[in-house]
């Protein structure tokens, strides 16, 4: 990868690079896509693919009611409330 593809990369996520944090992330985006080609040398034709590396089975809680807190609790430790909504700064003018 060079310089210019870490800037277009850059540029997509939004990120502001000076010229050494270019070429910084050049030389370790090559070094981790080394590390992935030498991982893709790896015979893995009689591995069987997975969606996780343990075996799991309906891993989701029942949905169940359950009481919860009063809303004069929940807002007790916001930084500011009004009666039991939360008051958040103003986003859009």
Same mark, same amino acid.
């Given at each position: 990868?060079?310089?210019?593809? =870490? ?7 939004? $990120? #502001? @690079?000076?010229? *050494?944090?270019?070429?910084? /992330? #050049?030389?370790? $985006?090559?070094?981790? /896509?080394?590390?992935? +080609?030498?991982?893709?040398? $790896?015979? %893995? ?8 590396? @343990?075996?799991?089975?309906? =891993? /989701?809680?029942?949905? *169940? =009611? ?7 609790? =929940?807002? +007790?430790?916001?930084?500011?409330? *009004?009666? %039991? /909504? ?8």
């Amino acid at each position: 990868m060079d310089n210019k593809e =870490v800037e277009y990369v850059a540029t997509l996520a939004r $990120l #502001a @690079l000076t010229p *050494e944090e270019t070429t910084a /992330f #050049a030389g370790q $985006l090559n070094e981790i /896509f080394s590390y992935i +080609e030498k991982l893709n040398e $790896l015979d %893995t034709s009689r591995i069987e693919p997975t969606s996780h590396v @343990l075996p799991l089975s309906n =891993v /989701f809680r029942k949905d *169940e =009611v359950k009481p919860s807190l009063p809303p004069e609790k =929940v807002v +007790e430790n916001a930084p500011d409330h *009004e009666a %039991t /909504f939360f008051k958040v700064p103003n986003i859009i003018e």
